[in-house]
């Protein structure tokens, strides 16, 4: 079995020796351009055109959470990709605990009022600040999947009421559950802190809008960690100068890297790191690819694949 890697910025002599090692019957090699020879699998993340183009493939994997990119490229590329080809993409691989830490961290920033303190400490004032109730944070989570569900779950022990929203229902301990559009109000309602987990995908790009905005709870927290598509930043930012929204902690961003010029960057109430809320961990990723392969080799049923109809 052959097997074809190309990611432009990994380590790719690191990855391959860790795939070697995996998949000690497989032969591994990165791809270059120019390399046409056959292959079973092809591990990608953006890859040009001609190394997916017209190859008889059992599979593909995207080295990461979202194919957003990979879509992307087949939209207008449709003959990247056969439609019979199996696209696949990492389900957790160790994101899941990262995203816990991100979001775990920052809410507890917001509720502890760390943002309102900076602000009084750069004024040199000693004040302190009326507490907030647990239950006026209620943190509400737009995509309830691999890693929207496992947010969800490590904010529950703090004690904050914990809602989520997707397109189909969950039924998550502790967790309320909101599905569809038609649920999308009730959801908002209420929500004090939102986080963002949702694909990239038609039905999400530009979701986080002013409608959207104006139905969260006043003074409220926005966290992406999702994809900068999802977010209108000029209705973000009018949200922050109106006071509805209090606080965001943005991770990702429509344009990466963010330009100079962006109001994001000098706004005091925004926060930001650049798309690092997590990062696909090869021995995790690696252990998923060589078992799903494994079980693919077999015929037997696998998890991961993307429904390319569907975007996610
Ligand atoms: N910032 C970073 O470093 C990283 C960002 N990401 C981003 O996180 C995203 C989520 O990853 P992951 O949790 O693995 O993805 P999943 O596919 O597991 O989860 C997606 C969730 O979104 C829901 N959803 C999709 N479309 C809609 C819709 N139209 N309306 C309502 N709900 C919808 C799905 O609903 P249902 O369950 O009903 O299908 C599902 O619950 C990735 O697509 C990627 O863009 C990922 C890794 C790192
Ligand atoms: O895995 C993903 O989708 C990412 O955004 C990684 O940065």
Same mark, same amino acid.
């Given at each position: 079995?052959?097997?074809?890697?190309?990611?432009?910025?990994?380590?790719?002599?690191?990855?391959?020796?860790?795939?070697?090692?995996?998949?000690?019957?497989?032969?591994?090699?990165?791809?270059?351009?120019?390399?046409?020879?056959?292959?079973?699998?092809?591990?990608?993340?953006?890859?040009?055109?001609?190394?997916?183009?017209?190859?008889?493939?059992?599979? =593909?994997?995207? *080295? %990461? +959470? $979202? !194919?957003?990119?990979?879509?992307?490229?087949? &939209?207008?590329? /449709?003959?990247?990709?056969?439609?019979?080809?199996?696209?696949?993409?990492?389900?957790?691989?160790?994101?899941?605990?990262?995203?816990?830490?991100?979001?775990?961290?920052?809410?507890?920033?917001?509720?502890?009022?760390?943002?309102?303190?900076?602000?009084?400490?750069?004024?040199?004032?000693?004040?302190?600040?009326?507490?907030?109730?647990?239950?006026?944070?209620? =943190?509400?989570? *737009? %995509? +309830? $999947? !691999?890693?929207?569900?496992?947010?969800?779950? &490590?904010?529950? /022990?703090?004690?904050?009421?914990?809602?989520?929203?997707?397109?189909?229902?969950?039924?998550?301990?502790?967790?309320?559950?909101?599905?569809?559009?038609?649920?999308?109000?009730?959801?908002?309602?209420?929500?004090?802190?939102?986080?963002?987990?949702?694909?990239?995908?038609?039905?999400?790009?530009?979701?986080?809008?002013?409608?959207?905005?104006?139905?969260?709870?006043?003074?409220?927290?926005?966290?992406?960690?999702?994809?900068?598509?999802?977010?209108?930043?000029?209705?973000?930012?009018?949200?922050?100068?109106?006071?509805?929204?209090?606080?965001?902690?943005?991770?990702?961003?429509?344009?990466?890297?963010?330009?100079?010029?962006?109001?994001?960057?000098?706004?005091?109430?925004?926060?930001?790191?650049?798309?690092?809320?997590?990062?696909?961990?090869?021995?995790?990723?690696?252990?998923?690819?060589?078992?799903?392969?494994?079980?693919?080799?077999?015929?037997?049923?696998?998890?991961?694949?993307?429904?390319?109809?569907?975007?996610?």
């Amino acid at each position: 079995m052959d097997i074809i890697f190309y990611h432009p910025s990994f380590n790719s002599d690191y990855w391959i020796n860790a795939l070697r090692k995996a998949m000690p019957q497989v032969h591994v090699r990165a791809w270059t351009a120019g390399d046409n020879a056959p292959a079973d699998y092809a591990l990608v993340w953006h890859p040009p055109v001609e190394m997916l183009k017209g190859r008889k493939l059992k599979g =593909v994997f995207a *080295l %990461g +959470a $979202g !194919v957003d990119a990979i879509l992307g490229q087949l &939209s207008t590329n /449709p003959g990247m990709l056969a439609d019979d080809i199996p696209l696949f993409r990492l389900e957790d691989t160790g994101m899941g605990s990262q995203m816990q830490e991100y979001a775990v961290s920052q809410v507890l920033h917001w509720f502890r009022r760390f943002d309102d303190y900076q602000a009084l400490k750069l004024q040199s004032r000693w004040q302190q600040l009326e507490e907030y109730e647990h239950t006026d944070f209620t =943190v509400g989570i *737009l %995509g +309830a $999947g !691999v890693l929207g569900s496992k947010v969800a779950e &490590s904010l529950l /022990p703090w004690g904050f009421p914990v809602r989520c929203w997707s397109r189909s229902r969950k039924s998550l301990p502790g967790i309320q559950s909101f599905a569809g559009p038609e649920e999308l109000g009730d959801f908002l309602q209420g929500t004090r802190v939102l986080i963002n987990l949702l694909p990239n995908t038609p039905e999400t790009v530009g979701l986080i809008n002013q409608s959207l905005l104006n139905q969260l709870a006043e003074h409220s927290y926005v966290m992406n960690l999702a994809r900068g598509v999802h977010v209108v930043e000029a209705d973000l930012l009018a949200a922050l100068e109106s006071g509805k929204v209090k606080g965001a902690m943005l991770d990702v961003f429509s344009h990466e890297p963010l330009p100079a010029d962006n109001p994001l960057w000098a706004h005091p109430r925004v926060a930001m790191t650049p798309h690092i809320a997590a990062f696909t961990r090869p021995t995790e990723a690696i252990e998923f690819i060589s078992h799903t392969i494994s079980k693919l080799e077999r015929g037997e049923t696998v998890s991961g694949r993307v429904d390319r109809v569907r975007g996610y």
